[in-house]
């Protein structure tokens, strides 16, 4: 019961980053106004932050349940998929922001940082990942009944 759930809940999730990715993307091929448009695509972009990495944290959170009560150390896939897909979009979304204000005049100059941040938020969840599979693993060890 609890991986038809889960399944169902993590396509919910995907639909919703997609369609948060489409809203950004329709607002960067519309023709309008310069500052309107630098606007829209920066409240996208906190829109798709926002949401986005709390679907990440609940993925996490239904992760770890699953994983107590699976004892399958597996589900920790899901939440690492989730995290990168949205990093790479994070970067994504940076960089052509930082493009369309240099192009637009409203840069205040220097370089983009996004494909950096998009790595740091990796390695980031690779960390965090390993800490919480390594806690989750000795939970788990500990709590197996020995045969005595």
């Known amino acids: 019961m609890y991986k038809k ?17 489409l809203q950004f993307v329709t607002i960067q091929k519309d023709t309008i106004e310069a500052s309107k448009k630098a606007l829209l695509l920066n409240n996208a972009t906190d829109n798709f932050y926002a949401i986005s990495y709390t679907i990440c944290i609940i993925t996490w959170v239904l992760a770890n ?11 920790f896939w899901i939440p690492f998929i989730f ?6 979009f994070m970067g994504y979304f940076d960089e052509c922001i ?8 409203f840069s205040k100059g220097g370089f983009s940082m996004s494909y950096f941040l998009t790595g740091m938020v990796i390695l980031a969840s690779i960390i965090v990942l390993e800490i919480n599979y390594f806690a989750l693993k000795f939970y788990l060890m500990k709590k197996k009944p020995v045969n005595a």
């Open 98 to 105: 930082f493009v369309f204000n240099k192009q637009n005049g």
């Open 83 to 88: 995290t990168v897909i949205v990093a790479v």
């Open 5 to 21: 759930v889960i399944v169902f809940v993590v396509i919910l999730f995907l639909i919703l980053i997609f369609e948060l990715v």
């Open 65 to 75: 349940i699953l994983t107590i009560k699976t004892k399958k150390l597996i589900w």
